[in-house]
């Protein structure tokens, strides 16, 4: 599996984990990285569900952090812990921004 497909597979999860039927199509880059990054650290805040996922070293989220932290048994745990209530404010207040990072812009 490529890292891409690993960051989309990753930002579906949540997706899903909100309770939202949404697929994240866009190109996979830095940027959309570090706005999934944020959106994991609001989840955080509002949520006990992903208090594992440790801070990147380097203050903010890379495509080699999301592929690290985020594997397949991880996913699971995420459909199953997360509060629906907080995942699905987090989408709506950052799915613009994602969508923004994921063209380049």
Known sequence: MTDDTSVKNAIN?????AGLNLTFKGDVNDR???VFGEMIFATQKCTTALNWVPRPSGGKATISWVVKNFSQSVLRQIESKQSLTCAKEVVRNYRTKLQIAASGI
Do not use: L
């Open 13 to 17: 999860t949540f997706y899903k984990g």
């Open 32 to 34: 959309v990285a570090k």
